[in-house]
């Protein structure tokens, strides 16, 4: 199964409007890392969260971490239609710090 | 290069085929990943190499697939006798060193087998 589940799935929104995606994940983590996919390819790094932190924030993305619910969420503020892409959480495990365990993904899709 | 760099960017092959794909990390990283993502869907871990050595090879689907790292850069994943089922495209990444695991990604290979 996997470590980290995405939801929602698929999200659709206005320009303008807030955009929120969750993240569960199972096991204990020293990090965990948003990334963003456009068109089917390669991923691009946008936030990582240590275990120790709560909340972070880069430009329109607000990234919250609950250690104790096991999740996360991404807020993307004031969105645009850039911002189109699909969304990834993946979380940096304890027990092996290499990897990375990728959760399933949300389908953003904002109109203009 | 500046980046990782895929090659090549799309493959198409007759069923029972080798198919060999190539990944460049970015110069002076240590780290490097393999990943499979079948349309529509999230990262399959495949193998990671840590310098020349893979510790986990944990996600290779079946022995047909193997992978290689030679030099501490560049990587070969190799597929052989593909199937039909082995179509999708197949993400490299690197990083730096084991304690900032934030992977920088290639473009990707889009493998289709017919």
């Known amino acids: 199964s996997q470590q980290g589940e995405e939801d929602p799935q698929a999200l659709s929104i206005q320009e303008g409007e807030n955009a929120t995606m969750n993240c569960s994940y199972k096991?204990?983590?020293?990090?965990l890392q948003w990334y963003r996919q456009n068109s089917g390819r390669g991923l691009v790094h946008l936030i990582l969260?240590?275990?120790?932190?709560r909340e972070k924030h880069s430009g329109r993305l607000r990234v919250t971490l609950d250690t104790s619910k096991k999740s996360s969420s991404l807020l993307i503020t004031a969105s645009r239609a850039a911002d189109t892409a699909s969304y990834f959480c993946a979380t940096g495990l304890v027990e092996n710090t290499d990897k990375l365990i990728f959760g399933t993904g949300t389908r953003l899709q904002v109109f203009p | 290069g500046a980046g990782v760099s895929q090659s090549p960017s799309n493959k198409v092959t007759e069923k029972g085929k080798d198919v060999e794909l190539r990944c460049d990390p970015i110069?002076?990283?240590?780290?490097l990943y393999w990943y499979r993502q079948s349309l529509g869907q999230g990262l399959e871990f495949l193998i990671y190499?840590?310098?020349?050595?893979?510790?986990?090879k944990s996600g290779l689907p079946s022995d047909r697939f193997s992978a290689e790292r030679t030099g501490g850069s560049v990587s070969t994943l190799t597929i052989q006798r593909t199937q039909q089922e082995d179509s999708a495209v197949y993400l490299c990444a690197s990083s730096l060193a084991v304690a900032k695991n934030i992977q920088y990604f290639g473009a990707g290979t889009r493998l289709s087998v017919l």
């Open positions: 190499f840590q310098g020349n050595s893979a510790p986990d």
């Open positions: 096991t204990s983590i020293n990090n």
């Open positions: 969260i240590r275990s120790n932190e």
């Open positions: 110069s002076g990283h240590t780290a």
